[in-house]
């Protein structure tokens, strides 16, 4: 049996790796079909202007929900005073202090996060926020720890 014969050793014109599985452009029959009926891949994205919504209430330790995030709930809060003491059991939790001093409290010790700074705590440890004064912040919660939006 013989070998098989190869081509002389020359670059081979192959696309990308991405390109196979880039979106492609919609074809002029497509151009109307941006309604409800159009495919499940096609959502609706809008930023979000934090400073507007922080104006839109007020209610300490009442987060305002801005969207979801592969299960984890975005929202907005402010807080001040003693918060509750609270752990989630199977998820990790993120704070990130926009505005204000925030003090969170763990049970062996204390962190001070700062405007611009973020805490990120892993799933089981017991925290509780603790704001002197009013402090914004954007958290990345379970969703399966909150009630429905």
Known sequence: MSAPTRSPNTA???????????????????????????????????????????????????????????????????????????????????YLVLHGQLRMELRERTVEVEPGELLVLPRGVEHRPVADAEVHVLVLEPSSALPPL
């Not at 994205?45 to 929900?65: G, M, Q």
Request: hydrophobic share 35%.
């Open 12 to 94: 081979i014109a192959r696309p990308p790796r991405w390109d196979s599985r880039r979106r492609t452009e919609p074809s002029s029959e497509d151009a109307g079909a941006n309604d409800a009926t159009s495919s499940p891949a096609e959502v609706s994205v809008d930023k979000v202007h934090l400073a507007r919504e922080l104006t839109l209430f007020s209610a300490h330790e009442a987060p305002r929900a801005l969207g979801a995030l592969n299960g984890q709930r975005v929202q907005l809060m402010k807080l001040q005073g003693d918060g509750p003491w609270r752990r989630h059991a199977h998820d990790d939790t993120l």
